[in-house]
């Protein structure tokens, strides 16, 4: 089955600076990268996601990279900010919205 | 629109006994799936419905069944219940078996056994 690890388990940032949080998956034939972000207490929400066909997705101050090659994804957030504080889960699938194989999560703290 | 729901929140059971957790899916929701949370660990997969038919499970043993019912509603039943059984248990629904991709997820519901 998939195995997703996920770096770094925790990160601690200065607000404006940015963050990167990174994946490997082990099923070559996974092409659905979610990720989804947890606040304390809260349920987890889809942030961004890409599919194999891209390399690289933004959306605002948020940015994914897909290596499909090398099997690992990363995301960018840049300019955070205090409210960017939560944990960041990674995931992957075979299908988009099925059966998603979630990495061990990262704790992003942004310090004002 | 209505979010997805889930009850209860919390929940005690001591081991060996059987518990039922439920769902809501968000309106227009055909599927639903099932993770579970150990603390500090990412969801993992325990199951998906899909018009009522499971459709994927994950690595859990057959203790842990579900129900989707014809409003696609859904539940989760966990027999035999053993301490490591303690996790939040979170519901998402999706539009349909093959969605944009987004999974919508409950709240949860924090089970503890003693």
């Known amino acids: 089955g998939e195995n997703v690890e996920q770096h770094p388990s925790t990160l601690s940032v200065q607000e404006g600076d940015s963050a990167v949080i990174k994946c490997t998956y082990s099923?070559?034939?996974?092409?659905?990268f979610p990720w989804y972000k947890q606040e304390l207490g809260k349920r987890p929400q889809l942030i961004i996601d890409?599919?194999?066909?891209?390399g690289e997705k933004k959306d605002q101050r948020i940015a994914v990279t897909l290596n499909k090659t090398a099997k690992h994804f990363s995301l960018h957030i840049t300019e955070t900010q205090p409210e960017d504080s939560a944990v960041y889960f990674c995931?992957?699938?075979?299908?988009?919205?099925?059966?998603?194989?979630f990495g061990g999560g990262t704790r992003l703290m942004v310090k004002p | 629109e209505t979010g997805v729901t889930q009850s209860p929140t919390h929940l005690i059971k001591t081991r060996g006994q059987q518990v039922t957790l439920r769902c809501s899916s968000q309106?227009?929701?055909?599927?639903v799936s099932w993770y579970q949370q150990a603390l500090g660990q990412g969801p993992q997969f325990i199951f998906q419905?899909?018009?009522?038919?499971?459709?994927g499970r994950g690595n859990f043993p057959p203790r842990f069944s579900g129900l989707q019912f014809p409003n696609y509603s859904s539940e989760l039943n966990v027999n035999a219940l053993e301490l490591d059984d303690s996790a939040l248990y979170l519901c998402?629904?999706?539009?349909?078996?093959?969605?944009?991709?987004?999974?919508?997820f409950g709240e949860g519901s924090r089970l503890t056994v003693l």
């Open positions: 890409i599919r194999s066909n891209v």
């Open positions: 419905y899909y018009r009522e038919e499971e459709n």
């Open positions: 099923d070559s034939a996974s092409n659905y």
């Open positions: 995931a992957a699938s075979r299908q988009a919205g099925n059966m998603l194989t």
């Open positions: 309106s227009g929701h055909n599927t």
């Open positions: 998402a629904s999706s539009p349909s078996g093959r969605s944009t991709g987004e999974l919508f």
